[in-house]
């Protein structure tokens, strides 16, 4: 029987904890180690925690520095053979990891398997994200795999580990994505609903705001493509600079254009807006980026 390791890392979570623990302990037809890493909570989340205690195969309660340092100290302890966390707020579907493990028992070359994941907002609408069948064609540019409903091998986590906790607080799962894809990573992806992402106010990607965008210029700026670039393009399009990163960014713009459109890049860069996007469908787009570059200085 296929064994999971699922590290759920959670600081004062509330009634949500229980919610999800549930979800993991109702998982059938596999095996799961669960192991819980508590920050040092002083909500009813401790309550939880004691009525589950023989639930719970590791539970670490200390302070920590950030979900990703949380989260290294439960896969440091984690003995599965396929790997997953869940945030105390989220969920597993029913039968979620069943369809997981027969996904990478049919394929012994998959590393790493995805699935689609609802997310639920406060005001009580839904959203069904399916996996992006291209997802390692974009992940340097765009974090389209859901957290949540993603998993892969021990193996492959012993190659890429840890997560970057001291550089990426914030995106360390876009991050891990990212280095899984430049370890050589086999990813599979499955239409099967396999998790439930709560947006509530007090969830950390609402309350990310700014340093989201901050931490994903600096992982555009060491990972991504062209050397980079796109990470300036990203960032004056946030709203960081001034006048000098105006001149910049109408050359820069038009040069990460011209290449997006040889290399068929431009329609995978939302976040970079429509600069990009345009340029990149220009028929002359070399002569575009040329003007540019020489009007204003390069």
């Known amino acids: 029987m296929t064994r999971f390791s699922i590290v759920v890392p959670h600081l004062n979570s509330g009634p949500a904890l229980a919610r999800g623990l549930a979800s993991i302990l ?86 790493m398997v995805t699935g689609a994941c609802e997310r639920v907002f406060e005001d009580g609408t839904r959203l069904i994200r399916p996996p992006d069948p291209r997802a390692w064609e974009k992940i340097h540019i765009q974090n389209v795999i ?39 990573a086999r990813l599979r992806t499955t239409d099967r609903l396999l998790s439930r992402y709560h947006f509530t106010a007090h969830n950390q990607t609402s309350r990310a705001g700014r340093r989201f965008a901050d931490e994903a210029f600096t992982l555009l700026r060491l990972r991504g493509p062209l050397g980079g670039l796109l990470a300036y393009a ?11 990163d105006n001149r910049l960014l109408i050359s820069l713009t038009a040069f990460v254009g011209r290449h997006a459109a040889e290399r068929g890049l431009g329609r995978y860069i939302p976040f970079v807006g429509a600069p990009v996007n345009a340029i990149a469908n220009e028929v002359d787009t070399r002569r575009l980026a040329d003007r540019a570059i020489l009007f204003y200085g390069g």
């Open 26 to 111: 109702g998982q059938t037809g596999v095996d799961v180690q669960i192991i819980v890493v508590d920050g040092g909570s002083t909500d009813e989340s401790r309550d939880t925690l004691e009525r589950h205690r023989e639930d719970i195969d590791v539970l670490i309660v200390e302070p920590d520095r950030g979900y990703a340092d949380a989260l290294n100290k439960g896969f440091a302890r984690a003995d599965g053979d396929i790997f997953g966390w869940l945030p105390a707020d989220d969920e597993l579907l029913p039968n979620a990891l069943a369809s997981v493990a027969l996904v990478f028992a049919a394929d012994h070359d998959c590393d």
């Open 146 to 184: 859901e957290q949540t409903a993603t998993f892969w091998r021990r193996e492959l986590h012993r190659r890429v580990a840890p997560l970057d906790h001291e550089r990426f607080p914030y995106i360390a799962d876009w991050d891990l994505w990212v280095r899984m894809r430049d370890a050589g």
């Open 234 to 244: 990203q960032s004056r399009m946030a709203g960081r600079g001034g006048r000098r």
